[in-house]
């Protein structure tokens, strides 16, 4: 078994799920609609931090219009479940009003995090909300908003890597692993 299958972290098993190239081919993808849709518009890309660092630095290189960049921070999650309430909006320096608004996200599980951040950017009149969010978790997530930009759907497990972490720790890893089935949650 190759070294890269199987990582450990805080003592719990995860596999390999999804290797870099498909990542890659999958923010690609969702670059290439992105330009269509926006074409020469100018936009502001707002990247919810910590775990869109990846992804940000992968899209944002294809992405051909005028781009603003703005990190926000608005954490949900303490340890491997969504502790159901979120903190407020950080970081936000400018002003939003009549901007065409690209929030990019790394997984989108129950949705809770958006749906705060989103109704607190429809305070600042942007002229257009889009989301882009590399990974979905469909049967969570509750449909409560539209996504206009997926990059790929997952089952319900609990993923690390390419920014994301468990506890902290495995954002560094190149490609995406989930919680093996042999283990649980705490
Ligand atoms: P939501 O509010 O339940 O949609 O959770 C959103 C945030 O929780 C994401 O932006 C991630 O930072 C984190 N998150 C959700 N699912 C996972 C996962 O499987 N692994 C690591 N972080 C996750
Ligand atoms: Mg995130």
Redesign the pocket.
């Known amino acids: 078994m190759s070294k890269d299958q199987q990582v450990i972290i805080h003592g719990k098993v995860f596999e390999l799920f999804l290797e870099k190239k498909d990542i890659k081919k999958a923010i690609k993808e969702m670059a290439g609609k992105i330009n269509d849709h926006y074409g020469d518009q100018s936009i502001t890309v707002i990247g919810?931090l910590?775990?869109?660092f990846m992804v940000l630095a992968d899209l944002l290189k294809r992405l051909k219009m005028p781009v603003s960049l703005e990190l926000v921070k608005l954490?949900?999650?303490q340890g491997?479940q969504?502790s159901g309430s979120?903190s407020k909006l950080l970081g936000l320096t400018s002003g939003l009003k009549d901007h065409h608004v690209l929030i990019v996200?790394?997984?989108?599980?129950?949705?809770?995090?958006?749906?705060y951040l989103l109704q607190e950017l429809r305070k600042e009149q942007a002229a257009s909300i889009q989301i882009a969010s590399l990974?979905l978790?469909p049967s969570?997530?509750k449909n409560r908003f539209p996504l206009e930009y997926v990059g790929l759907e997952i089952p319900e497990?609990?993923?690390?890597g390419y920014g994301?972490?468990?506890d902290g720790e495995g954002r560094q890893l190149p490609h995406v692993y989930?919680l093996s089935g042999s283990e649980s949650l705490p």
Do not use: N, P
Not at 105 to 115: Q, S, V
């Open positions: 919810v910590d775990g869109v954490k949900s999650y491997m969504s979120v996200e790394d997984i989108i599980d129950t949705g809770e995090t958006l749906g990974l978790k969570v997530f497990r609990f993923v690390v994301m972490d468990y989930a």
